[in-house]
């Protein structure tokens, strides 16, 4: 059986991510409308209908606003944490009650076929969480929304078999940023904000050395960043470091405004 991934949206504007493995299909966030996410879905050939889940990793827009829709169109649940939910009160519109669930971020658990492993992220949210998802003996982990890459994180994904990671900003790029107040660029650098190009890179090789040999990067800025920009910063730590791109790692570059490449990774049972 393959485990199927694609990165919908991934970018400061908007973030919905498409999983599936055996009978199972989710999404991890929705943070474009509904119908954005229903074309999109369209798109790779997903009928938004059979869908099964929706898991939140927080309540800023870029990761709900499309969310209370798609609940309520295909009476998908919506799974969060306690704080999330508190959080996302009255920004969905009107959930029902079966549709809304909580779980410990310290606990696994499973929705259909897929083992879903989540952990807690340093972010500026009420109880941030990316997510590790296993099918078989196969795994794909989330980890954008960071302020910084602690160890805690690094061990919840270590050894994941794709890895989709933030590269959000160039701090160069964001101090000379007009549009954006002083607060704005002082919560992105901080360590409850977003990950830059180069600590991006930090991170890319710490997962290079744990066993991860694909890596998405994502959530990039639209104003801070460039995908080439993005890409270039962690190929060039790679050489030097003496990874070889294509063999020890393959590294690629979700979109903001379109749909992504759509990967399948083959899982024993």
Not at 74 to 82: C, E, G, N, Q, V
Not at 154 to 166: F, I, K, M, N, Y
Not at 218 to 229: F, I
Not at 261 to 268: K, N
């Amino acid at each position: 059986m393959d485990m199927i991934f694609c990165p919908l949206y991934s970018g400061s504007s908007g973030n919905a991510l498409f999983v599936q493995y055996g009978g199972t299909r989710l999404l991890i966030d929705a943070g474009k409308s509904g119908k954005m996410i229903d074309e999109a879905l369209d798109m790779i050939g997903v009928d938004p209908r059979t869908l099964d889940a929706l898991l939140i990793t927080h309540e800023h827009s870029d990761h709900i606003c499309g969310a209370g829709v798609l609940s309520r169109k295909y009476k998908l649940p919506i799974y969060a944490t306690s704080g999330t939910w508190e959080a996302m009160d009255g920004k969905l519109g009107k959930i029902a009650e079966e549709q809304r669930r909580t779980f410990d971020p310290f606990a696994d658990f499973y929705i259909g076929d897929i083992g879903v492993v989540p952990f807690l992220i340093p972010h500026d949210a009420a109880e941030p969480v990316g997510y590790r998802l296993w099918g078989g003996n196969v795994s794909i982990s989330t980890a954008t929304d960071l302020g910084y890459f602690p160890r805690t994180i690094r061990d919840a994904v270590a050894g994941s078999s794709l890895v989709l990671l933030e590269s959000n900003h160039d701090p160069d790029m964001l101090r000379m940023n007009s549009h954006y107040s002083q607060r704005l660029k002082q919560r992105i650098l901080s360590n409850h904000g977003h990950l830059s190009n180069d600590a991006c890179a930090d991170a890319l090789l710490q997962l290079v050395d744990n066993g991860t040999q694909h890596v998405i990067l994502g959530h990039l800025s639209g104003e801070n960043n460039t995908p080439a920009l993005a890409r270039q910063v962690s190929e060039n730590r790679m050489v030097r470091e003496g990874i070889r791109l294509g063999v020890d790692l393959c590294l690629d570059v979700a979109y903001r405004d379109r749909v992504g490449s759509v990967y399948t990774l083959e899982a024993d049972v």
